[in-house]
């Protein structure tokens, strides 16, 4: 446990948390008491998994925000992730443990200039990747994630005309899935951006039976050279069907814990960042911290808020990707 000064140092928390404490013990003391659900990504901390009612990516997350029956939603996540479960549920409480944790790929697409952007394509459907602000979500026709971005393009008539937004490796992997001619924003995530093709493949060479599993907001050299592609719960699902043994693993680094608990006999390698002062840990999820989490339960804050107008238009593509979803499976 960490001390008062180390959780100071690290600005933690600016509350005082009695080292004593068992956090995990109180967490789940508090869950209880204020019927709460704690959502967690693959890429918090590994004891923010740990102690989740639920892990998973963002679509698992969207489908368990929108079902719950808790009074409260901890989203261990980023920003937009707790706002699209406001927007899901919006009379719950949606409390995010660092109301910092912010998005570089949200932030790469501001909503006044997409507005402008969209204007330019009046007779095109807008497809809008779930990492942005409510703001586009409120704007766009479909929402989608990774693990459904390319069927939900599949399910739309080969002449529909479509605008992408904001992942433009996202978009570019789908456009060539689904041959399609999209019009891509220009926007990216700084961690998926990070990996070099020429130190994977020295590692390769070094591991010649390892699979390199990458996402796909990855740049498209990476793509090129994976084995697998896919969102974060297809990279563990393919890791943990699959009977190779190592695996290079092109995302943010926390997926690995849990790749490495549902199996601990397989050796999973952080795909190498383009230089020494690179790091393929998102700084934004990772602001959420076991101690901050604990603090935004007990306080009930900071508590996420989306005003009414913006829920009532954002809420219509999100249930749209919520419905296709549901129809094919997913
Ligand atoms: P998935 O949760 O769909 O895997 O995407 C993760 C993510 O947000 C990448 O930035």
Redesign the pocket.
Same mark, same amino acid.
């Given at each position: 446990m960490d001390t008062l000064a180390e959780i100071n140092i690290k600005g933690f928390a600016d509350e005082y948390i009695d080292p004593t404490l068992d956090l995990f013990d109180e967490i789940e003391k508090l869950k209880k008491q204020k019927n709460a659900v704690i959502l967690a990504?693959?890429?918090q901390e590994p004891d923010i998994q740990d102690i989740a009612d639920y892990i +998973?990516? !963002? &679509?698992g &997350?969207s489908q368990q925000a929108a079902k719950t029956d808790a009074d409260i939603i901890v989203f261990a996540g @980023?920003h937009f992730?707790a706002e699209t479960a406001k927007i899901l549920s919006p009379t719950k409480k949606v409390l995010l443990p660092d109301i910092k944790a912010g998005?570089s &790929?949200a932030d790469s697409c501001p909503p006044h200039l997409f507005k402008k952007f969209k204007e330019q394509y009046p007779d095109h459907l807008v497809i809008t990747y @779930?990492?942005c602000t409510a703001e586009l979500k409120a704007m766009s026709d479909i929402v989608c =994630?990774? !693990?459904n971005a390319v069927q939900i393009v599949q399910s739309l008539p080969p002449e529909q005309k479509i605008i992408f937004g904001p992942d433009k490796n996202l978009g570019a992997y789908v456009a060539k899935k689904t041959g399609r001619d999209l019009v891509l924003w220009n926007g990216a995530?700084m @961690?998926?951006e990070i990996f070099s093709r020429e130190k994977i493949t020295k590692l390769k060479e070094r591991h010649p039976g390892a699979k390199l599993l990458a996402?796909p907001?990855c740049e498209e050299v990476i793509l090129q050279m994976a084995d697998y592609v896919g !969102?974060? =719960? +297809?990279?563990l699902k393919y890791a943990t069907s699959y009977p190779d043994k190592e695996f290079i693993v092109a =995302?943010?680094a926390g997926i690995i814990h849990q790749m490495q608990k549902d199996n601990p006999d397989k050796v999973f390698i952080p795909a190498p960042p383009n230089n020494a002062g690179a790091c393929n840990d998102?700084p934004h999820i990772k602001r959420n911290t076991l101690e901050k989490l604990y603090l935004c339960l007990k306080n009930e804050s900071p508590e996420i808020a989306v005003p009414v107008d913006i829920i009532e238009r954002a809420v219509k593509p999100i249930e749209r990707m919520l419905e296709i979803s549901a129809r094919l499976g997913l």
């Open positions: 990504h693959y890429y +998973g990516d !963002s &679509l &997350l @980023v992730m998005c &790929l @779930v990492n =994630t990774s !693990s995530c @961690v998926h996402h907001e !969102s974060t =719960t +297809g990279i =995302t943010e998102c």
